[in-house]
C-alpha cells in the first residue's frame, strides 16, 4: 500500500500563486502514476493533473492548463502542483492520489488518495 500526504494549500489573493506537495510512502515501487484532484463544495471532485512516476507522461484538465505545473523529484518521493494566476473558481480541497496502473483523469483507476488540502482563493 502506499500512503500519500498532501500540505501547502492556504488562503491566496486572485492572481496569486502556492504550491502543493505530495509526499508517498511505503510501496513507492508501486506507484505507475500521480495526479492531483480537487473537489469544491456542492461538486463533485475532478481532475487537475497527473504525472507518470517517471516523469515522461503529464497531462492537465484544460481549465488549469497554461496555469498549473506539475512536478515530481523522484529522489524525495514527492509531487508538486504549481499553481500559479489562482482564480476564485480554484478554490477547493484538493487530493493527490497515487496509481499502480497506466491512469489519468478517471479518479477511480487511483488507488491510494490522501486526506487533501483547502485551497481558498479569495480577496
Known amino acids: 500500500q502506499v500512503q500519500v500526504v498532501e500540505s501547502g494549500g492556504g488562503l491566496v489573493q486572485p492572481g496569486g500563486s502556492l504550491r502543493l506537495s505530495c509526499s508517498a510512502s511505503g510501496s513507492i515501487s508501486w506507484i505507475y502514476g500521480m495526479a492531483w484532484f480537487r473537489q469544491a463544495p456542492g461538486k463533485e471532485r475532478e481532475f487537475v493533473a497527473a504525472?507518470?512516476?517517471?516523469?515522461?507522461?503529464?497531462g492537465y484538465a484544460d481549465s488549469v492548463k497554461g496555469r498549473f505545473t506539475i512536478s515530481s523529484d523522484n529522489a524525495k518521493n514527492t509531487v508538486y502542483l504549481q499553481m500559479n494566476s489562482l482564480k476564485p473558481e480554484d478554490t477547493a480541497v484538493y487530493y493527490c492520489a497515487a496509481s499502480r496502473r497506466p491512469a489519468m483523469s478517471d479518479p477511480a483507476t487511483y488507488d491510494d488518495w490522501g486526506q487533501g488540502t483547502q485551497v481558498t482563493v479569495s480577496s
Open positions: 504525472i507518470t512516476w517517471s516523469g515522461s507522461g503529464i
